[in-house]
């Protein structure tokens, strides 16, 4: 008997296949012309842990080759694609790339591999225009692929760079700034460092308050001939007296001045929609006579851009103290969680990083933006 | 598990120990003490053997290193392992091992330490901003050499410091700064002679950990009726021979009934009744006391009208209570029966 219902061809089923969540974040980003790119999956281990500390060691699945060379499974994608990148005869120039595939992060309890999808751009010189369209794009793929929307969170390392040069900040502690306010520490607990053990050398300090380079390292050079040591490992006597310099400047009184300290905190207070920064971070700039110049304007333009692309700008959430740990994410950062996650995990993470390409050893900056979304991360899991 | 227990023919106790070196000699001198002499098989390359008069003990003769990969992987019972290895070779030692008894013997420290042509380097804190201007200005991270790379690792995290890359080294690490091939060290040293040598200093507050050798139990292996009564035996020896090590008798005859005394000597020296609570009408009295508190103890019961008082070492000194085998056995999990 002839069937009374047609029975679906072979055509028809591939044609229904429903797309997987990270299939249609792909799409997205196929959509926008980001080109498909699937770098290696093994990379040397000292790459990833040049970049990040020994910290991510325990979360790399190691490896070794023949000759002894550690390797890893990428942990993560923005590396191995900007490695590929420098790697192939677009180095220097635009480039836009899209990935889908595992990533492998040893996780207790946990599969140990998960899948990621994101995008990167290289090259362009219309930063905060790429900026807006990485973050946007990403956004709306995160969307795409779980369905509902996510909650973002925006910092710029540009604005608090341009604080600390305002401000003239001296070097040793705007390092310890950039690190202890990444990590999420406050002012008092960034300043009020545990004593350390050249302060407890009063007279060598005392000695070289008003010693120069060239006073200090003669008697950095004269102690260490009295102690009879010969070999200076790893730092030059210079090195030592410089660290003496600074510790001798930094001996007398508070770190740095009371109202520089006040204008830090009321930059790092300042929250709220990105127009609502803009306007606080304007105020701040005009009390304190801070020259945060381009750094401003380009936040104002990158937030522009933003509303253009149709985000609503009133759901963004910025932070003054919003910066990331890694130092080559040099402006723009961003994150997300999907509210309706189990645990609200960051599910969405990008930002600028054109201080990378050179840190992978290409002779000059490259800039670049990125985001990846971590897929079990979303509400529906990935559809896992 | 279940399959040894099912078919009840459980396999024997495995007890894993040093198979060469002072570590050996050591450990079968601990064990001897307790009266479980190490019975190696035919000859010293045997690495197989038994103890004399305790049944279905396997005695396993091993490398250290892999004494605790026995222990993590359940097939060795208990063994003898420096802390140092364990901490740094198994991620979850509290939820995977039990530390018995500390040895007394393998005595030595992981610290971190840097040239000492560093003065300007004292503390932990020193280094974390040593190591992050060293990033600033060279764009390279500072190097630890060093075989203990999940020590290190955990110790400069709890101590915020991040800008320095582990290289592994697997000998003579405290050469490494010297030969150019990383600006400090983390390593193992008994006396600081070594470092002293290469022009290493430890740093003040940088002893990662304080080893020694040590019994331990893995709470992974099989543990049937057969291999916990075996782990019962061993520990009651060992418990009796350590307390007896530390403790003395002290024997004396009171003018006045002595159940007073005993209580006070408790209460004042720690010390028991060497037969438990049994107290003779007479004042007769016979105290266990620790080494250390012997001599007050004496004077005290002098002062109480003895006229007399002698103090003897012990052999040994079982107790009813074995605390050793009852702390392991609270953590074998019921279900390896």
Known sequence: ?384 | MGAHSDNGAEGPFVLAVPSKGRLQEAAAAFFARAGLELVQGRGVRDYRGAIAGVAGVEVAYVSSAEIVGQLAAGVAHFGVAGEDLVREKVPDVEARFELLSPLGFGHANIVVAAPRAWIDVRTMADLDDVASAYRARRGERMRVATKYVNLTRRFFAEHGVADYRIVESLGATEGAPASGSAELIVDITTTGATLAANALKPLDDGVILRSQATLIASLTAPWGPNTRSAARDILARIAASEEALESREVRARLPSPAHLAVEAAYERFGAVSATGEDVDPHGFLALHCARDKVAELAGWLLEKGAERVSVAALEQTFDARNALYEALEKRIRPDSV
């Not at chain 1, 790399?60 to 390797?71: K, M, N, P, V």
């Open chain 1, 1 to 384: 008997m002839t069937p009374t219902v047609d029975a679906p061809t072979p055509t028809d089923i591939v044609s229904q296949a429903p797309r997987s969540a990270g299939e249609r974040a792909l799409d997205h980003f196929l959509a926008a012309g980001f080109e498909r790119t699937e770098p290696p999956i093994l990379h040397p281990a000292a790459v990833f842990l040049d970049m990040s500390g020994e910290e991510v060691r325990r979360r790399l699945f190691l490896t070794a080759d023949a000759t002894g060379q550690e390797l890893c499974l990428r942990p993560e994608y923005t590396i191995p694609v900007c490695r590929a990148y420098l790697a192939s005869d677009k180095a220097g120039w635009v480039a836009e790339y899209s990935y889908l595939g595992p990533v492998f992060r040893a996780r207790a309890g946990q599969g140990g591999e998960q899948t990621q999808t994101g995008l990167e751009s290289f090259g362009r010189k219309d930063a905060e225009a790429a900026d807006a369209e990485v973050f946007t794009l990403s956004l709306e793929a995160a969307t795409a692929a779980g369905g509902g929307a996510l909650a973002a969170r925006v910092g710029d390392a540009g604005l608090f760079e341009a604080v600390l040069e305002s401000l003239e900040i001296p070097t040793p502690w705007r390092r310890r700034l950039r690190r202890g306010v990444a990590r999420g520490r406050g002012l008092d607990a960034i300043f009020n460092r545990p004593s350390q053990g050249a302060l407890a050398q009063p007279g060598v300090l005392a000695a070289l308050e008003s010693a120069d380079h060239a006073g200090a390292k003669a008697l950095v050079e004269d102690l260490l001939a009295i102690a009879g040591i010969e070999t200076v490992g790893g730092r030059s006597a210079g090195e030592i007296a410089d660290r003496f310099l600074e510790q001798a400047s930094l001996r007398s009184g508070e770190p740095i001045e009371a109202e520089k300290r006040a204008v830090l905190d009321a930059f790092l207070s300042i929250s709220g929609d990105p127009d609502q920064a803009a306007v606080a971070l304007r105020g701040l700039a005009d009390s304190a006579k801070l020259d945060l110049g381009s750094a401003l304007d380009a936040f104002e333009v990158r937030t522009g851009f933003i509303a253009a692309r149709g985000a609503r700008i009133e759901d963004i959430r910025f932070s003054a103290a919003f910066v990331r740990d890694f130092d080559y994410y040099t402006g723009f950062v961003f994150e997300a969680h999907d509210p309706e996650a189990p645990g609200a995990r960051t599910a969405l993470a990008g930002g600028r990083y054109d201080g990378l390409a050179r840190r992978l050893g290409s002779a000059r900056d490259v800039p670049a933006v990125g985001a990846a979304i971590t897929l079990d991360r979303l509400a529906n899991g990935g559809d896992r």
